[in-house]
């Protein structure tokens, strides 16, 4: 019988584990990920799930190489980043970042986006939020 008692706490300690290792994620972007906009971008927008420090940042182009920002690693935790960025060229660009989460965890992660001023917008992988943001 005390067996039987303890078979519901099994189960929360077995599901544990996953709730502790949920990671940080990367709300919304702007530019979006994956996206084509025909205008060069005057910031570079990062929201995440809850507060991270930013402590890496790397623009880069296909033709342009490393692109120089103002970027200075975050000695607070936040959930929102904005980073003014230089006038770019039409290129294609990745932006690299690592954050340290509020478990003392680094993430690496990437967007990529293309800007191409002939070519017609379109977004990349995105959730809605970020396309009600938009308009």
Partial sequence: MKSL???PLL?????APDVLLAQVELKETFPVN??????????????FSEEVQLLKLAVSGIETKMIPTAFKPSTT??????IPL?????DAYVVAWTILD?????????LTFI?????AERTGS??????????
């Fill in 5 to 7: 008692r303890l078979l």
């Fill in 11 to 15: 189960g929360i300690f077995t599901l």
């Fill in 34 to 47: 994956g996206s084509v906009i025909r205008e060069a971008p005057a910031q570079l927008e990062l929201d």
């Fill in 77 to 82: 935790a936040q959930t929102h980043f904005s």
């Fill in 86 to 90: 230089p006038g770019m060229d039409e």
């Fill in 102 to 110: 509020k478990d003392g965890r680094e993430v690496n992660d990437k």
């Fill in 115 to 119: 800007v191409d001023v002939e070519a």
């Fill in 126 to 135: 995105t959730d809605a939020a970020h396309d009600d943001h938009q308009e």
